[in-house]
């Protein structure tokens, strides 16, 4: 069991980068592991150090200007090879919501599996939140799952996105895929029972 996702409200890391690839997320070096603890610190490896290992200060992770639990990222993210352990980088850094204009489909799903809400908006909605995260750090974004509803605190606009509706159930309960069909056990054995 993960913890339930209901409503997150928090500030944001901007990231307005476009063609985000999962190469990029996390360099196909780090992918020997088999468990997905350790993935955060080498979230955007290649961007926030240097060959030699050292911070490069101007890479927003490396900012402490930002933080937050929700990504802001440009259009088209996630694109490349289908590697999971993009979304667990993301995941294990202490990311809950990615949001953009797009993802690519299988980094998106890998995403809902990761307990992490990929949300849609449109790319104006995108334009101003990047604008209010860079006039003020502080800018809080609440993301409602219960609502579909995502709202810029800094203008009060707000969009709805969509979800899957099992994988809405997932989140909001906390449950993975094996979480789920143990909880419904019983059910499923009745139905073998009735089946026969």
């Given at each position: 069991?993960?913890?339930?996702?209901?409503?997150?409200?928090?500030?944001?890391?901007?990231?307005?980068?476009?063609?985000?690839?999962?190469?990029?997320?996390?360099?196909?070096?780090?992918?020997?592991?088999?468990?997905?603890?350790?993935?955060?610190?080498?979230?955007?490896?290649?961007?926030?150090?240097?060959?030699?290992?050292?911070?490069?200060?101007?890479?927003?992770?490396?900012?402490?200007t930002y933080g937050g639990q929700i990504l802001v990222a440009g259009k088209n993210f996630g694109s490349g090879s289908s590697r999971e352990h993009a979304a667990w980088a993301?995941?294990?850094?202490?990311?809950?919501?990615?949001?953009?204009s797009f993802f690519a489909d299988i980094h998106k799903n890998n995403e809902l599996n990761n307990f992490v809400l990929p949300v849609v908006v449109t790319e104006e909605f995108l334009a101003e939140l990047f604008d209010s995260i860079f006039k003020n750090p502080k800018t809080e974004v609440e993301v409602n799952l219960p609502e579909q509803t995502i709202i810029n605190k800094a203008t009060g606009k707000s969009e709805s996105f969509e979800i899957n509706a099992y994988k809405k159930h997932c989140l909001m309960n906390g449950l993975d895929d094996i979480d789920f069909l143990l909880t419904n056990k019983e059910k499923i054995e009745q139905w073998e029972k009735a089946s026969k």
């Open positions: 069991m993960k913890a339930k996702f209901n409503i997150l409200t928090s500030t944001c890391v901007p990231l307005p980068l476009e063609n985000v690839d999962t190469d990029q997320i996390i360099p196909a070096r780090f992918l020997k592991a088999t468990t997905k603890e350790g993935f955060g610190e080498n979230l955007f490896r290649d961007w926030r150090y240097d060959k030699q290992g050292n911070k490069i200060e101007s890479f927003v992770l490396n900012d402490p993301i995941a294990d850094y202490g990311f809950r919501v990615v949001v953009s």
